[in-house]
């Protein structure tokens, strides 16, 4: 079973500090990484998509790859309340299917 | 532009009534979705179609079935409602896997 591994949380962290949000997955062959953002009661929504090793930046967003130890990460710089919400990891595998992680609540205390 | 429309957003059914969730995209995507989503489960596959014309079973296709009516819709439906199918059910459709999908507003169903 392909897997993708997260934190339930909930994580909390003080206004205008940087949350570290951690997913692992389980399929060396997987292609594409990806993290939404899931407000309470609404739908998943795309905020970072990442391909390549390395770091990618958008605005206070930074995705994190490391396909050697099967590791994604998204940093969230001068956290806001405004980012208080669930975090899904998203992985496609070899199988070309996108998988999901059950995701990591994320609590912004102003 | 609407993105992804689900219909209906809420709805409550009886143990054996039967169903049908609709959804529409107007991105002129080729893959279509779609997922449930329960308290500890995560999203879960039910069905999707990479193309018009074509159906595949997903990660809990079991008590559902879907009709890919043409590039636009993709729907699903419940024939003998079941407790377990209290759920969230959200659509999702996509160009290309590698740039994600996006996901209707979901419709919460409640089987009593």
Redesign the interface.
């Known amino acids: 079973q392909k897997e993708v591994e997260q934190n339930s949380g909930p994580l909390s962290v003080p206004e205008g500090a940087i949350a570290s949000l951690n997913c692992t997955y389980s399929d060396r062959g997987s292609q594409s990484f990806f993290w939404y953002r899931q407000y309470s009661g609404k739908s998943p929504e795309l905020i970072m998509f990442i391909y390549s090793n390395g770091d990618k930046e958008d605005g206070r967003f930074t995705a994190q790859l490391n396909k050697a130890s099967q590791y994604v990460s998204l940093l969230i710089r001068d956290s806001q309340p405004s980012d208080s919400a669930t975090y899904l990891c998203a992985v496609t595998n070899r199988d070309d299917k996108i998988i999901f992680g059950k995701g990591t609540r994320l609590h912004i205390l102003p | 532009n609407a993105g992804v429309t689900q219909t209906p957003k809420f709805q409550v059914l009886k143990t054996g009534q039967s169903m049908t969730l609709q959804c529409a995209q107007d991105m002129n995507h080729n893959s279509m979705y779609w997922y449930r989503q329960d308290p500890?489960?995560?999203?879960r596959?039910i069905y999707?179609s990479a193309s018009e014309g074509t159906t595949d079973k997903?990660e809990v296709p079991n008590g559902y079935n879907v009709s890919r009516l043409n590039k636009r819709e993709f729907s699903l439906r419940l024939e003998s409602a079941a407790p377990s199918q209290t759920s969230v059910y959200?659509c999702a459709s996509s160009d290309m896997?590698?740039?994600?999908?996006?996901?209707?507003?979901?419709t919460r169903l409640t089987v009593v």
């Open positions: 500890g489960m995560g999203l596959l999707y997903g959200f896997r590698v740039d994600g999908y996006t996901f209707g507003s979901g």
